[in-house]
Structures are given as structure tokens and as C-alpha cells.
């Protein structure tokens, strides 16, 4: 695994064409890629929707209830923080005030977070498809927001 060029495509629907491709990086954060391996192959984030967009800062989902207050039946993950910078594209695990309580909800940045560094975990970075991250309903929730459709680990 460590070898190869691991990445979790996302369907990000909203009648717009192409994935968001995200390259995860297991070197620096292992646990996380593993869970967020596991939650994509059991399909876990299918139908799951964008409930917390911030224009210049992140968008937020994982939560099966859509609301921001829910993960997996699976246990917490001990933190895994690094010295990845929280920067455009930069894909983390959203957490409480606790730093070992993510779960499977994630975040993408939209611009410089580096005051979020080496306080979130960083697990991946958008290769391809940032723009459809960029074009999805703002909010906190959005009114209609954005859905994956389907999660892909390849």
C-alpha cells in the first residue's frame, strides 16, 4: 500500500460533470487513510451531504445525519498530526475539542487554514476536481446542499 498511489474519488453530483479526485497520503497519516478507506469501500459515504460550506475556508461532510453531529458506528482515531499545511485543497478530519474524536467526518480546504496546522489531522490533497469542491451551495447548512454520490478508494 505504501508503494502505491493510493486516491479516493468522489461523485460530487449536483449535475455537474467529473470527480473529485483526492491522493491519499497514508505516509503521514496512516490510521486516517485506513478509516477513510474502510468508510468509502463499505459505502458509508454515499448519499452523504455537504452540511457545513464556508466560502474561503472549508467544506465539511461525513456526517451521516447531515448535520455535523454524527459519524460511524466504529471507534474514535487517535490523532495523527502533522506538518502538512492546512492549504488549498488540503483534505483533514474534522473533530469535538477533543483531538483523538475524529471519526469520518471530513473537511476540504478552500484557502490558506494554517492556523489549523498540526491541530487536524491531514489525510489527503485534491488532485483534480477542486473546482466542483468550489461550486458547491454555501452554508451552515447550505439550503440545498451538495451530496457525494458515490466514494471510490482506487
Known amino acids: 500500500m505504501a508503494d502505491e498511489k493510493l486516491t479516493l ?3 460530487a453530483g449536483d449535475g455537474k460533470t467529473g ?3 483526492i491522493k491519499l497520503l497514508p505516509d503521514i497519516a496512516p490510521g486516517h487513510v485506513a478509516r477513510i478507506t474502510e468508510l468509502a469501500k463499505e459505502g458509508f459515504y454515499d448519499g452523504v451531504k455537504f452540511h457545513r460550506v464556508i466560502p474561503g475556508f472549508m ?3 461525513g456526517c ?3 448535520t455535523g453531529t454524527g ?3 466504529k471507534p474514535d482515531l487517535q490523532a495523527e498530526f502533522n506538518n502538512h499545511s492546512h492549504t488549498r485543497g488540503v483534505c483533514s478530519m474534522a473533530r469535538t475539542s477533543y483531538p483523538h474524536s475524529a471519526n469520518s467526518q471530513f473537511f476540504i480546504c478552500f484557502d490558506d487554514a494554517s492556523f489549523l496546522d498540526k491541530q487536524y489531522t ?3 490533497e485534491v488532485e483534480s ?3 466542483l469542491v468550489d461550486a458547491l451551495p454555501k452554508g451552515e447548512p447550505p439550503r440545498e446542499p451538495g451530496t457525494i454520490v ?3 478508494v482506487a
Open 9 to 11: 474519488t468522489i461523485d
Open 19 to 21: 470527480d473529485v479526485v
Open 59 to 61: 467544506a465539511q461532510t
Open 64 to 66: 451521516p445525519h447531515g
Open 71 to 73: 459519524g460511524s458506528d
Open 122 to 124: 491531514v489525510w489527503g
Open 129 to 131: 476536481g477542486m473546482e
Open 150 to 152: 458515490k466514494a471510490t
